[in-house]
């Protein structure tokens, strides 16, 4: 079973920066589509960013110039990086994760995000 860990999450000051992280575990395939989420607290779950086999990377419009998604080394491993924090980033941070395009998503348990004002 594939699973999927968050870490990285805290409380910062607006103007910060974090550094989530995410390893899967629990298969031999490459998890070719990687992505954070984030769920703030009466909203729905937004995309934050993603990454694809190769490099690409898509951003949601609010986090652009921001946030930087990245593949570790190690495999099935991805990073977030965040700078210039703002309250409205505080949320709760999902990795989710696909080994094809059209097969199941796996999903962390989330990582808490605060920004202080």
């Known amino acids: 079973q594939v699973q999927l860990v968050e870490s990285g999450g805290g409380l910062v000051q607006a103007g910060g920066s974090l550094r989530l992280s995410c390893v899967a575990s629990?298969?031999?395939?490459?998890?070719?589509?990687m992505r954070w989420y984030r769920q703030a607290p009466g909203k729905q779950r937004e995309l934050v960013a993603g990454?694809?086999?190769?490099?690409?990377?898509n951003y949601a419009d609010s986090v652009k110039g921001r946030f930087t998604i990245s593949r570790g080394g190690a495999k099935n491993t991805v990073y977030l990086q965040m700078n210039s924090l703002k309250p409205d980033d505080t949320a709760v941070y999902y990795c989710?994760?696909?080994?094809?395009?059209?097969?199941?998503?796996?999903w962390g348990q989330g990582t808490q995000v605060t920004v202080l004002s």
């Open positions: 989710n994760g696909a080994i094809t395009t059209t097969g199941p998503n796996y």
């Open positions: 629990g298969t031999i395939f490459s998890l070719n589509a």
């Open positions: 990454i694809i086999s190769g490099g690409r990377t």
